[in-house]
């Protein structure tokens, strides 16, 4: 089943970017909403994320046989997008290539 989103929900998480769209510095803003159950399928969950840049935002989720592992896929799938459909905007986080989503500490 697709999931349809209209929102995330209450976000969990936030983080801000800095990129650069048409040489102007851009704000790119990644939240993360709560897990939630499928209403049809109680053993599936999602977990809801967005990436707005300027006021465009694309709204996808994650999911998993428990909320654990919707969370981690979602993160990785922030990741996956940011590295590769948003890789023109040269991101940055806290002045580092490393937008702090992959799995390595």
């Known amino acids: 089943m697709k999931l349809k989103l209209t929102d995330i929900g209450t976000p969990i998480a936030e983080r801000q970017l800095v990129g650069r769209e048409n040489g102007r510095e851009c704000n790119v803003i990644v939240r993360i909403g709560t897990p939630f159950h499928d209403e049809n399928n109680q053993s599936s969950w999602y977990c809801p994320y967005s990436i707005e840049v300027g006021s465009t935002q694309r709204l996808f989720y994650g999911a998993g046989v428990d909320s654990v592992q919707a969370l981690r896929i979602a993160i990785s ?19 580092e290539s490393d937008l702090g989503f992959s799995k390595e500490l």
């Open 77 to 95: 799938m922030i990741e996956t997008e940011l590295t590769n459909t948003f890789r023109h905007l040269d991101l940055r986080w806290m002045g």
